[in-house]
């Protein structure tokens, strides 16, 4: 029975002292994902994204995190032109975000590390086109955020992400694009309404303190 007791205390000592000091720790992680749009976002491709986080731990568990990211994309534009056979365009969609959020990540002794997490933020997003004028506009963003770590060296560490977006923007996007022999245009459009994106993609993390 003793030995049983102290293979029990030393079992928990062992889930704690991976965690240990992580209180007030700060972390910075960069990453690279891509992505795949859904909902009313199901006509953009080729998503790309790179982010930058600052981690601050309020305990052995927990986190505040802060962090900002670069999207780009692409979408198909029907273009019909008078007196021409019909083409296509491929508009850029192009968003930058900045957001605040919490992360959750148990204590276990185990070789990987799974987090959980969600936030809130704002984004500003541009269209660069070829047939048509550039529109930009702004609005709000949620994301939720799972996440697995593998611990290099105490103070760095490598994983991957999944990270779905929700943006209710309440725009649209160009769906054709007709242009008239005198050079005018006229321009038809999805309307968005519930956008979302799911990246996926790994990143690296820095202890700074």
């Known amino acids: 029975m003793k030995k049983l007791l102290v293979i029990a205390v030393a079992g928990l000592s062992c889930l704690s002292a991976r965690g240990q000091g992580r ?10 994902a891509y992505g795949f749009g859904l909902g009313d976002f199901s006509r953009l491709q080729d998503i790309y994204s790179f982010s930058l ?3 601050y731990w309020m305990n052995d568990t927990s986190t505040v995190d802060i962090g900002v990211s670069y999207l780009q994309s692409r979408y198909t534009v029907n273009v019909i032109q ?4 019909n083409t296509t365009d491929h508009p850029s969609w192009n968003m930058y975000s900045g ?7 148990p204590q276990w002794d185990f070789l990987l590390d799974f987090g959980f997490g ?6 500003v997003w541009n269209i660069n086109a070829k047939k048509f004028k550039n529109r930009s506009g702004q609005g709000m963003i949620y994301y939720l955020l799972a996440d697995v ?11 991957a ?8 923007l309440g725009e649209r996007l160009e769906k054709t694009v007709t242009i008239n022999p005198d050079g005018t245009t006229y321009l038809t459009y999805d309307t968005l309404r ?8 790994i990143w690296l993390k820095i202890r700074i303190f």
């Open 149 to 159: 770590e593998y611990p290099i060296r105490p103070w760095i560490s490598v994983g």
């Open 161 to 168: 992400y999944a990270q779905p977006y929700y943006l209710p």
């Open 23 to 32: 209180y007030r720790q700060m972390d910075v992680n960069a990453g690279g």
């Open 53 to 55: 986080w600052y981690s």
């Open 194 to 201: 519930d956008s979302f994106i799911l990246d996926a993609g």
């Open 99 to 105: 957001v605040v959020g919490v992360r959750y990540q």
């Open 82 to 85: 008078s007196g021409l056979p």
């Open 118 to 123: 969600a936030g809130v933020g704002y984004e």
